[in-house]
């Protein structure tokens, strides 16, 4: 078992920690914990051969990008309701909702795929670079509205939740930018010739990937215990 | 206190604030009426006197004031629109009333000289000899006699129940029999065979009671504003005590944000009045809201502290 199957465990522990968190939480909560849970559909999809028997089917394959981004997208959703929140007292977003959002949203976008030519590996390569710049802007994002949430409820007992947020989208800075940055300048098929920039790519891969995979844990853990 | 002995009573006692005391006088106008009515309210005493239907007199004592005629009948009117008042209404016979007014509008010579320690054979004759034009008003606890004279010579007695000046002294001597007995002398300023206008006829009551209303009106809106304002600001200084109490609770479990929702909910609620339901409203809202940023039993310690607050400050 590699660090990447580590971290995709990780994920899966935090996904199944995050059901709980979908129901009982408020509503406001949703977004976050279906995010969770969606993140490690796509990492088990995309850990192709090395836990689950090896998936020729790049339709499957490129699904775990498409579920990696709309992951994304209903975390960042959570983190802007509870932005808005910070600064209306108001949470307007209800369950269905957002549920009903993301499966259009999967739905859409499996059906993006169906309707076009058939995914190869150049295609494949290029919806994960645009998953993974998805995932870095958001982060940025993501990480300006944190420091304004945190800074609104640094006495609240929820506060050590958002440092652990801020904590979870640096790791996703660093576990999805490395990869963006091995993908953009090809490291893997130049190796070779710059073998020190791949590698440390490749551990900041991981590092970003364990460090996110243990906040997101962390975080369920957290607000399990702060919200009873 | 005017005191006077009560006449042959037609009514008595009866609450004023049932009464509209201008159709009341216009009724005793068109019944020929001959009598008194007396008005007791608080401030003092109001009397009318009538002759033959005639309003011959109008006056209102009191310990600040003595007015007649108009002054009189709006002073009666606003206090009968104000107050709790009690009328009375005797019958008399035209001399008495003539007498009765004559004697209001006297002035006192005397006043409440216990009969135990003076000399009334005395008394008696000196009103012979300076031929004094007036009354001796004798009374007690429980009951009133006056004895009339005019020009020294005394007329005839008068006593609670009667209509008529009467001759026989009994009852009203007994008064002055009676244990902490006084007497007061009023002398006549009126020629009483003069006659009298009536002011029914020279006032216009209608109008004197529609100024008296509007005044009673304008003096309640009056007060019920004063007493609104003091509610309200009552209320707010209340409301003002809970809403900082709360903010401090609030930032206590739930820090800054805590505040900001208590501040949130208060003003969500507008006129926030202290009934149960709006409490209520509150404190749902409320807990609410601290969802996101707190456990439920932070929470609920919180809204208990809260309530505790709420049950000590109402």
């Known amino acids: 078992m590699d660090f990447s199957t580590a971290i995709a465990g990780l994920w899966i522990i935090a996904g199944a920690l995050s059901i709980s968190l979908f129901f009982r939480f408020p509503r406001i909560w949703s977004s976050i914990a279906l995010g969770f849970i969606l993140i490690p559909c796509g990492e088990i999809i995309l850990l192709n051969g090395s836990v689950l028997p090896r998936l020729e089917n790049n339709y499957i394959l490129t ?27 108001d949470c307007i977003e209800n369950r269905p909702n957002i549920v009903v959002l993301v499966i259009a949203t999967l739905l859409g976008s499996m059906l993006f795929l169906v309707v076009n030519p058939h995914p190869d590996e150049a295609v494949r390569d290029a919806i994960r670079i645009a998953e993974n710049t998805i995932w870095i802007c958001l982060s940025l994002i993501n990480i300006n509205l944190l420091r304004k949430i945190y800074l609104t409820l640094k006495d609240a007992p929820i506060a050590g939740a958002f440092r652990a947020f801020l904590v979870l989208f640096l790791g996703f800075l660093l576990w999805k930018g490395s990869q963006l940055y091995m993908d953009v300048y090809q490291l893997k098929q130049i190796k070779g010739l710059y073998a020190m920039h791949y590698q440390i790519m490749a551990w900041v891969h991981l590092f970003g990937g364990v460090v996110s995979s243990l906040s997101a844990v962390f975080i369920v853990l957290y607000l399990k215990k702060v919200m009873r | 206190m005017i005191l006077l002995p009560r006449g042959n009573p037609i009514k008595e006692n009866i609450n004023s604030a049932k009464v509209n005391l201008p159709d009341l006088l216009d009724q005793l106008h068109k019944t020929n009426f001959t009598g008194y009515v007396r008005f007791d309210c608080e401030p003092g005493t109001g009397i009318f006197i009538f002759q033959n239907g005639r309003l011959i007199s109008a006056l209102f004592k009191s310990e600040l004031e003595h007015l007649i005629a108009y002054d009189a009948i709006s002073k009666i009117f606003r206090e009968a629109l104000a107050a709790m008042g009690r009328l009375s209404i005797y019958r008399l016979s035209d001399g008495l009333a003539i007498s009765i007014h004559a004697l209001l509008h006297g002035h006192l010579l005397y006043q409440g000289q216990e009969l135990a320690l003076i000399d009334i054979k005395s008394l008696l004759a000196t009103m012979n000899e300076k031929q004094r034009s007036g009354c001796l008003r004798i009374y007690s606890k429980d009951h009133i006699a006056l004895i009339f004279y005019r020009a020294g010579k005394p007329l005839g007695f008068f006593h609670d129940g009667a209509t008529e000046i009467e001759t026989s002294a009994d009852s009203s001597m007994s008064v002055a029999k009676e244990p902490g007995a006084k007497v007061d002398v009023l002398l006549a300023s009126d020629d009483p065979d003069q006659s009298f206008a009536d002011l029914m006829e020279t006032a216009d009551i209608s109008n004197l009671w529609a100024k008296a209303l509007s005044e009673h009106q304008k003096e309640r809106a009056d007060k019920e504003d004063t007493s609104r304002r003091t509610m309200d600001g009552q209320e707010a200084a209340m409301r003002q005590k809970i809403f900082k109490e709360f903010q401090h609770q609030a930032h206590s479990y739930l820090g800054n944000i805590g505040a900001s929702l208590v501040k949130k909910k208060f003003d969500k609620l507008g006129l926030f009045r202290f009934n149960q339901a709006c409490f209520d409203e509150f404190f749902l809202d409320l807990s609410t809201a601290a969802r996101m940023v707190a456990g439920e039993r932070q929470i609920s310690l919180m809204l208990e502290e809260m309530k505790r607050t709420v049950k000590e400050l109402i």
């Open chain 1, 63 to 89: 699904l775990g990008h498409v579920l990696g981004m709309v992951a994304m997208l209903a975390i960042s959703s959570g983190i802007h309701e509870y932005y808005i929140f910070t600064r209306s007292l």
